[in-house]
């Protein structure tokens, strides 16, 4: 490890450390039943929650592994789905660019839409709240990841297409040794992007539909005013996002190459 990686886990270990005691202090200044919990506190709700994750005592008793896998689910259902579709369609936008300018305008008016307003929507024609939260999700995914492609493939160089034109590869050949390859790391950063935005969804929308999921989780903690299970969950919301950012992170850098 070098010198300056040194450094910095040691600053970034130091703030940690501050923050927590500056609120431990503040949890402990107020009266009991006043303010937030402290990380004392958070941290026995966190050690009961992890001693047994996974048991099931009804609809609104289950355990913090049973609601991350709910939620993770509908996650991979959503964004998968949406991630292919985008990768697709932003293959043919950035090969043309025409058809790219006549959808564009299609894109911009729909990508700035937050993906809960399409919730009641999908409620109303779906009726099923489940599913409904996985389109939120498909929404939440899709653009990054469209607009992305779209610019890593029209970014190619022409030259690639030349030769592979010259050598009369078929249009599957060519999608798969030389269009993709080219744009890999425009897509992943795309699919990066997608991933943060999915995870945000996921969790407001299972606020609105209940049932089971981290989102619904921390409404209910709220609801029954167990603020330390709320923190935990909160904490566990941003570990797991972070875990996911850095499996794409990782795969980004594989994928990354100069010319």
């Known amino acids: 490890m070098t010198r300056d990686r040194v450094q910095v886990l040691c600053l970034s270990v130091a703030i940690g450390v501050v923050f927590v005691l500056a609120w431990q202090a503040f949890a402990g200044s107020r009266p009991p039943g ?12 966190a050690w009961q929650m992890l001693a047994h994750p996974f048991y099931d005592h009804g609809p609104n008793d289950k355990g913090i592994g049973l ?12 964004y998968l789905t949406a991630s292919a579709g985008a990768v697709m ?18 894109i911009q008016v729909l990508k700035p839409v937050s993906p809960l307003a399409w919730m009641p929507l999908f409620l109303y024609t779906i ?4 599913q409904s939260a996985i389109l939120v999700i498909f929404m939440s995914s899709l653009w990054p990841t469209l607009a992305n492609t779209a610019f890593g493939v029209a970014s190619i160089k022409r030259d690639y297409l030349n030769v592979a034109s ?27 992007i997608s991933m943060g935005s999915a995870w945000v969804a996921i969790i407001a929308a299972e606020m609105l539909i209940g049932g089971t999921g981290i989102g619904y989780f921390v409404w209910n903690e709220w609801n029954n005013l167990a603020l330390t299970s709320v923190i935990f969950a909160i904490l566990a919301i941003g570990l ?20």
């Open 89 to 106: 369609l932003g293959v043919i936008l950035g090969l043309s660019p025409l058809l790219y300018r006549a959808v564009n305008p299609y």
């Open 240 to 259: 797991v996002g972070v875990l996911l950012d850095a499996g794409l992170a990782r795969l980004s850098r594989r994928l990354a190459y100069t010319e």
């Open 67 to 78: 609601q991350l896998g709910a939620s993770l689910g509908r996650l991979a259902l959503g």
């Open 34 to 45: 006043k303010g937030l919990p402290g990380p004392l506190a958070v941290g026995a709700t």
């Open 127 to 130: 009726k099923d709240s489940g």
């Open 166 to 192: 010259i050598l009369q590869l078929s249009w599957p050949r060519r999608l798969v040794t030389v269009i993709l390859p080219a744009a890999a790391p425009a897509i992943v950063a795309g699919l990066r």
